[in-house]
């Protein structure tokens, strides 16, 4: 059940998006600093640790190369991975480049989920604003709404059918180690460009770090 969690998140995002047009600035930057600060400290006190417990000496290659795969992601994606979608909303092209970015993204936090409960509530949360900021612009474009939804559908199921595939087919237990290191990269990167992206010019406001340190706690103790 925990695996539906990533795609119940993608629906209320959307669904939100659907009911509002734009959210409130500031709450949505909380949201994201909460994120951030969750899923920084669920990679820190869950992910790493039984990752590095494998002995395995190349685990801090693996943990670069998914800060690097994500930055290359961004590259495509936009950042909206954390948060913004800097494309021209009078396009008309649908931005495949970026949905692919997107989906490749989610179907890798995915992979390595199982049995990691915190993790799997940290990625939920921050697909809420992604989710959210996507919708917006799929139903801002010249697409149906058929077709809108059609494509967050795809973007929700991304992230289960990774821990789907990861947990029933044998060829990826042996590579699951390093599946989870770059999986870390990437949550590392995500996590920590959320709380600073969240801040103005880097500087915090007491609501911001109040709501860090809430996401931080959570994560150490689910």
């Known amino acids: 059940m925990n695996f539906l969690f990533p795609f119940i998140a993608v629906l209320l995002g959307a669904g939100a998006a659907m009911l509002f047009k734009s959210p409130a600035v500031g709450r949505m930057k909380l949201l994201l600093a909460f994120s951030g600060a969750f899923l920084l400290s669920s990679v820190a006190s869950e992910f790493l640790p039984e990752i590095y417990e494998n002995g395995d000496h190349n685990i801090g290659v693996y943990l670069i190369a998914g800060v690097f795969l994500q930055i290359i992601l961004e590259f495509f994606s936009k950042g909206a991975e954390h948060g913004h979608l800097h494309i021209h909303k009078e396009s008309n092209e649908f931005p495949y480049l970026l949905f692919g970015s997107l989906c490749l993204h989610a179907f890798l936090e995915g992979m390595p989920l199982q049995g990691h409960g915190s993790m799997v509530y940290g990625i939920a949360i921050?697909?809420?604003?992604?989710?959210?900021?996507?919708?917006?612009?799929?139903?801002?474009?010249?697409?149906?709404?058929?077709?809108?939804?059609?494509?967050?559908?795809?973007?929700?199921?991304?992230?289960?059918?990774g821990s789907l595939l990861a947990g029933e087919l044998e060829f990826f237990d042996a590579y699951m180690t390093p599946i989870q290191a770059i999986v870390a990269g990437i949550v590392l990167h995500v996590s920590t460009t959320l709380i600073l992206e969240s801040s103005e010019a880097h500087k915090f406001n007491l609501a911001k770090i109040i709501v860090m340190l809430l996401g931080a706690l959570l994560g150490f103790v689910i």
Do not use: D, Q, R
């Open 126 to 161: 921050h697909k809420i604003p992604i989710a959210f900021i996507f919708a917006g612009f799929l139903l801002n474009s010249s697409l149906s709404k058929w077709k809108a939804v059609a494509i967050l559908l795809l973007f929700a199921v991304m992230s289960p059918l």
